[in-house]
Nanobody
């Protein structure tokens, strides 16, 4: 299993970024996927999750209305569109594969290497 994130970078407050996570080594279309983030000195935080078909999407309160998670099962890729970015969104962002296809139990068995997002003027 391999998860490879891309799309991070430096952006000004109020700006946008789209992160991508390319997956391989498992049947991507059958698994719940999530995005997490970790800021320096802080615990890892769940940002968003999406069911295998994309029919249900879940978000942390801190990003609701600003971030949008989506997936393209034909491309084995999950995305995180981040709009109206704030300095407090600065973190390393990781995608993660749920241990169970349904996502129940919020357990993850594979993680990407992460991509840095820095929001600063």
């Amino acid at each position: 299993v391999q998860l490879v994130e891309s799309g991070g970078g430096l952006v000004q407050p109020g700006g946008s970024l789209r992160l991508s996570c390319a997956a391989s080594g498992f049947t991507f279309s059958t698994y719940y996927m999530s995005w997490y983030r970790q800021a320096p000195g802080k615990e890892r935080e769940l940002v968003a999750g999406i069911t295998s078909t994309g029919g249900i999407r879940n978000y942390a309160d801190s990003v609701k209305g600003r971030f949008s998670v989506s997936r393209d099962n034909a491309k084995n890729t999950v995305y995180l569109q981040m709009n109206r970015l704030k300095p407090e969104d600065t973190a390393v962002y990781y995608c993660a594969k749920s241990r169970r296809p349904s996502g129940l139990g919020a357990e993850y068995d594979y993680w990407g290497q992460g991509t840095q997002v820095t929001v600063s003027s």
